[in-house]
């Protein structure tokens, strides 16, 4: 390297310190259906976390292309597919080797639901696991959470979200779970449930914090730079102001 070109690639660094110079090849970034974090709306994919990798993308200088799949293919897209960046992505201790992390983005946690009349009310663990169905969706970390904590009442008939919320308007189920509080209040609206319609049941059945997912073959440079991005964000205030907008 000359060093006219030494002296250009360091006056962009210091012009953009979140670049990661080694990000010449082009990413895929992928998520599911799974509001208010990522979803579409209007034919548009949007959602808080959505908003938090698009302003990443936006310190890094980075325009990957963004597209939403089928529940479960995201995974398997970040699996299989070479420089793939998955979001939103709960960090377990059987997926942390598998892939490269940046967040935490935010911590949340996931309730079982029923409807507030409902007869006899649920509150405790023990209760929960003589229930004679939790419907859940079909696949994914929840359905492996409740099966691994030994519930064998587990229904997991729904396709998608708001198929459970409209399975237990329909009496068709008794207990729900699947979304945290924001997702349930964002499918609340999305259905016109009236509030107080729904009663959280008081039995945390899990708490983990949201990342962004890279594929392990994914430049650690880039990994670096969107932690320092996503950092950035964060002391600026412009990710709490970001989490604020879908928490109304």
Not at 14 to 26: D, G, K, W, Y
Not at 134 to 146: E, H, S, V, Y
Request: net charge neutral; proline share 6%; with cysteine.
């Amino acid at each position: 390297m000359n060093d006219s070109t030494l002296l250009a690639a360091l006056l962009c660094l210091l012009l953009n310190p979140f670049q990661a110079t080694a990000a010449a090849a082009p990413y895929q970034v992928v998520t599911e259906e799974w509001a208010p974090y990522n979803y579409v709306e209007n034919n548009r994919l949007t959602g808080m976390t959505t908003d938090i990798v698009r302003a990443i993308m936006a310190l890094t200088g980075d325009d990957f292309p963004m597209q939403m799949l089928p529940s479960m293919r995201s995974t398997y897209a970040l699996k299989t597919h070479p420089r793939t960046i998955m979001y939103s992505m709960f960090r377990t201790a059987d997926r942390d080797p598998l892939y490269k992390w940046v967040g935490p983005i935010v911590e949340e946690s996931i309730y079982p639901y029923q409807l507030a009349d409902a007869d006899p009310a649920v509150n405790t663990r023990e209760q929960l696991l003589r229930a004679p169905r939790i419907t859940t969706r079909q696949a994914g970390l929840i359905p492996q959470t409740l099966q691994a904590q030994g519930f064998t009442n587990v229904d997991k008939s729904a396709a998608e979200n708001l198929q459970l919320y409209r399975m237990l308007l329909a009496g068709r189920t008794g207990i729900i779970v699947g979304d945290t509080a924001a997702g349930v209040a964002y499918y609340s609206r999305q259905l016109s449930i009236a509030p107080g319609t729904l009663r959280q049941v008081p039995v945390e059945l899990y708490r983990s914090s949201l990342y962004i997912a890279f594929s392990r073959d994914a430049d650690d440079r880039l990994v670096a730079a969107w932690s320092r991005a996503l950092e950035q964000l964060r002391r600026s205030g412009e990710l709490e102001r970001i989490q604020h907008r879908y928490e109304q």
